[in-house]
C-alpha cells in the first residue's frame, strides 16, 4: 500500500503549524510572558527555542522523513525492542491530552454561541464555575454530565472525524489550508479592533515592558523551555508521522526554522489582542492590570468575557475571540488523532476510514468524563501528570534513540541531504547532551515540588489515581502493542539514507 503524502511544501506547512498553534499560544504565552518580566521574558523564549524547540523540531522531522513512518514505526526500524516510546506518546495524547483538549474546545464552542448575548452574564467568574462547569467538590466526585459541553464535543468529534477520515491531502491539508488563514484573519481583527479600545496601551505596556531582574529567576527559564517544548507539538509523535508522508527531496531546516517561527510569532501577535483588551478592562473599571489578569482558562473564561461585556460590540468581539478558540483547537485535535491513525495503519495495516471512525468514537466516548461536574478537576490532574512527566519523559528518550543509537552523524547527513539549509555538529551536541539535561532538570524539579506538597492541593489518592496511573497504564498498552506481530512490512524496510547513499 502506497504511502498517502502531501500534495504540496504549503499543505505540509500548514498542517505543521496548525498542529503547534493552539489554545495555549492565544492564553498561556501571553500570560507567561506577563508574569515573567514582559518584553525580557523574549529572551529566554528565544534561547529556548534555538536551543531546544527549533534542533528537537529538525529531529523530529528528520527521522519521520528520513524512516518513513509514524513514531512507532520510525523507532522499530531504529531498534525493534523501542518500538514502545512510539506507542507510548501517541497513545498518552490520544487517549488523555485530546480527550480533555476536546473538552475545552467545546467550552468554548459554548461561549462562542453565548457571546452573542452575552449569555454568562454580569459575574462571569460565577457563571463559568457554578452554572456552566457546575464544579464538583473533588475529583471522585464526577456527579452529572453537562449537556451543553456534551453536545459541543459531538460537534468537536464529528469535525475531527471528518477531516481525518478524508485522509492526508483532502482531509488534513486541506482542512488546515482554510483554517489557518481563517484563524490569522481572525487574530488580526482582534488585534486590530482590541487596539483602538481606551487603555489599550496601558495593557500593550504591561505585556513588552521589560523587567531584566526576572530573568534570574530559574522558574522563568524553566516555563520558556517548557513552552516552546509544549507549543511545538514535540514528544506528540505527530510531527514525526506528518514528516513520513513528506516526498524524498523535503526542505527539513527550513520547514523546521518556518514552523517554529509561524509559531512563535502568532503567540505573541496573538498576546497584543489579550493585553490590549485586559489594558481596556482595567481603565474602565479602574483597576491595577495585576487584579484584571488571570491564568490560562480564567484568563480566557472569566477575564476575557468580563472585558467583552464592557466593550462597544463585545458580543461579536466575544464570537470571534472564541472562534479563535475553536480554529485553533480543532487544527491542534485533528493532528494529535492523525498521529495515532498512523501509527495503526503502518502496524496493522488497517484501513484508515474504519480506523477514524472507531478511533473517533472511543475518544469521544472517553472524553465524556471531563463533561462532567468533576471534569475541570480531571483535566487540571491529567494535564499536569501528561505535559509535565509523560511528554518530558517522551522528549529524554527520543534524544537518547536518535542520538545514541540511530545517531545524530548518520540523521544529520541524510537532513543536510535534502535541505538548503546545513546543520553542523553543533546540533549533534544539543540532541545529544544539552536538551536531554534541559528535560532531566525540567523533570526532577517538577518531581521535587510533587513531593514536597501534593499538586493543586488535591489528595495523594486522586493524584495517583488519576494522573499516575493514566501514565502507568497508557505505558503498559504500549509495550502490549508493540510486542504484537507487525501485519505490514513496513518495518522491514529500510530508511531513505539507507536506500540512497551519500
Request: glycine content about 10%; overall charge neutral.
Amino acid at each position: 500500500m502506497a504511502r498517502e503524502e502531501w500534495n504540496s511544501q504549503l499543505g505540509f506547512l500548514l498542517a505543521a503549524v496548525g498542529s503547534a498553534i493552539g489554545l495555549g499560544n492565544i492564553w498561556r504565552f501571553s500570560y507567561l510572558a506577563y508574569e515573567h518580566g514582559g518584553g525580557a521574558f523574549l529572551i529566554p523564549y528565544i534561547i529556548a527555542l534555538l536551543t531546544a524547540g527549533i534542533p528537537l523540531l529538525i529531529l523530529e522531522y528528520g527521522i519521520g522523513h528520513e524512516r518513513i513512518g509514524s513514531a512507532p514505526l520510525a523507532y522499530a526500524k531504529i531498534r525493534k525492542n523501542w518500538e514502545w516510546l512510539g506507542w507510548w506518546a501517541v497513545l498518552f495524547v490520544m487517549f488523555g491530552i485530546v480527550l480533555y483538549y476536546s473538552a475545552v474546545i467545546s467550552w468554548c464552542l459554548n461561549y462562542f454561541l453565548l457571546s452573542f448575548n452575552l449569555g454568562w452574564g454580569d459575574d462571569p467568574d460565577s457563571f463559568f464555575f457554578k452554572e456552566f462547569l457546575r464544579v464538583s467538590e473533588s475529583p471522585s466526585e464526577p456527579g452529572e454530565i453537562r449537556t451543553p459541553i456534551l453536545y459541543g464535543l459531538m460537534v468537536v468529534w464529528l469535525i475531527s472525524w471528518a477531516v481525518i477520515y478524508r485522509g492526508v491531502q483532502r482531509g488534513i491539508e486541506l482542512a488546515n489550508k482554510i483554517l489557518m488563514p481563517l484563524l490569522l484573519l481572525l487574530i488580526t481583527v482582534l488585534v486590530v479592533w482590541a487596539l483602538t479600545l481606551e487603555g489599550a496601551m496601558e495593557g500593550l505596556k504591561a505585556y513588552v515592558t521589560p523587567d531584566f531582574n526576572k530573568l534570574s529567576k530559574p522558574e522563568v527559564w524553566i516555563d520558556a523551555y517548557s513552552q516552546v517544548f509544549f507549543t511545538l507539538s514535540l514528544g506528540f509523535g505527530i510531527m514525526i508521522a506528518y514528516a513520513s508522508y513528506l516526498p524524498e527531496k523535503a526542505n527539513i531546516t527550513r520547514y523546521a526554522l518556518l514552523t517554529a517561527g509561524i509559531n512563535s510569532g502568532f503567540s505573541i501577535f496573538a498576546g497584543i489582542a489579550v493585553f490590549a483588551v485586559l489594558g481596556f478592562m482595567a481603565t474602565t473599571t479602574g483597576k491595577p492590570m495585576s487584579e484584571v489578569v488571570s491564568q490560562s482558562i480564567g484568563l480566557a473564561f472569566v477575564a476575557y468575557p468580563k472585558a467583552i461585556s464592557l466593550m462597544p460590540g463585545g458580543n461579536i468581539f466575544g464570537a470571534v475571540f472564541f472562534l479563535c478558540l475553536v480554529v485553533a483547537g480543532i487544527s491542534s485535535a485533528v493532528s494529535i488523532i492523525e498521529a495515532f491513525i498512523a501509527a495503526l495503519v503502518d502496524k496493522f495495516g488497517v484501513s484508515r476510514k474504519k480506523s477514524a471512525t472507531m478511533i473517533s468514537v472511543l475518544g469521544f466516548l472517553g472524553a465524556i468524563i471531563f463533561t462532567t461536574q468533576g471534569g475541570l478537576l480531571w483535566l487540571d490532574i491529567v494535564d499536569h501528570f501528561l505535559t509535565h512527566y509523560g511528554l518530558i519523559m517522551v522528549g529524554i528518550l527520543e534524544c537518547i534513540v536518535v542520538g545514541w543509537l540511530f545517531g545524530t552523524e548518520r540523521l544529520r547527513r541524510h537532513i543536510n541531504r535534502v535541505s538548503s539549509l546545513n546543520i553542523g555538529i553543533w546540533w549533534d551536541l544539543l540532541i545529544r547532551f544539552f536538551i536531554p539535561m534541559i528535560l532531566a532538570l525540567i523533570f526532577i524539579g517538577d518531581l521535587y515540588t510533587e513531593l514536597q506538597k501534593p499538586y493543586g492541593g488535591y489528595s495523594w489518592t486522586s493524584l495517583v489515581l488519576i494522573g499516575r496511573d493514566w501514565l502507568m497504564v497508557t505505558l503498559a498498552v504500549a509495550f502490549l502493542i508493540a510486542s504484537m506481530p507487525w501485519r505490514t512490512g513496513h518495518h522491514k524496510l529500510e530508511g531513505r539514507s539507507s536506500i540512497k547513499k551519500d
